[in-house]
């Protein structure tokens, strides 16, 4: 079957590593999209950090924002899919976050909140340029279910409770890792593929038709869904050995390879 949708991460995939969308990606994702390619951005970021690059791409899709917990067009005042964290464990997760000295954000009503600024809200912002508000004790705060958590700490860190708290709450959360200093929660069932396959059903699309690209952890699942999966040369061997294909890396345009590869050959 030819390929009519195309999902793709961001970070580390879409984007260089100065945040850039290379010129041959621009110029494939174009040329795909004159075919009637659906192009899609499937990210763990917020929809307020990830349009910019919809719209500079020219984009019309809806995006999967926060790994698939919502999944929103740019310019919708309302969310087509939207699955936040149970209040109950989400408060959970804060608790726990605060008795270890772990920074946490979390995602409510497409905005960020802290509990104060410090070198984590300087570091994830300077990749996402997020807005990060302080409010002090989240667990005053959050009188509402969100859409994600986040832990932003050292790698080490953030492997010792990736693990810990993956099975603690198995069966319950969904608890991975999108970059080494951070460990996500969202609610049970939410990934990229998971998302990715309602988006695709949206649109009246087998798994087949759908190609997805990606470097982490969390985009395994839209990998395995898709009918093509693609990793780019960056990726860990872990996330590539799950991929039907590797391509470039993310300096090298790898997105715009797989497109000419796959979908416009």
Request: aromatic share 8%.
């Amino acid at each position: 079957m030819a390929i009519k949708l195309v999902a793709m991460d961001i970070d580390d995939t879409l984007i260089t590593d100065e945040l850039t969308i290379p010129q041959k990606v621009r110029e494939a994702i174009a040329a795909a999209r004159a075919q009637g390619v659906k192009v899609v951005l499937a990210t763990g970021r917020m929809l307020s950090s990830s349009v910019a690059f919809a719209r500079e791409l020219g984009l019309s899709e809806p995006l999967i924002c926060y790994n698939g917990a919502l999944i929103q067009g740019a310019d919708d005042e309302r969310p087509l899919v939207h699955h936040p964290v149970p209040l109950d464990l989400a408060r959970e997760i804060v608790v726990v976050g605060k008795r270890e000295g772990l920074h946490i954000n979390a995602y409510i009503d497409e905005k960020m909140y802290v509990e104060e600024l410090n070198k984590y809200t300087e570091f994830y912002s300077s990749f996402t340029k997020a807005v990060a508000h302080p409010v002090g004790d989240l667990l005053a705060f959050m009188d509402k279910p969100p859409t994600k958590l986040l832990y932003v700490c050292e790698a080490e860190i953030a492997e010792k409770w990736w693990l810990t708290l993956r099975e603690r709450y198995r069966g319950k959360l969904e608890v991975f890792r999108s970059k080494p200093q951070y460990v996500e929660f969202t609610a049970l069932g939410v990934s990229k593929g998971a998302a990715l396959r309602e988006l695709a059903e949206l649109y009246g699309l087998e798994p087949e038709e759908v190609m997805a690209i990606g470097d982490s952890f969390n985009d395994i699942p839209m990998l395995e869904y898709a009918g093509i999966g693609v990793a780019v040369a960056n990726a860990p061997e872990a996330v590539r050995s799950r991929a039907d294909y590797v391509t470039l890396s993310n300096e090298e345009g790898g997105v715009a390879e797989a497109i000419y590869r796959f979908v416009l050959s």
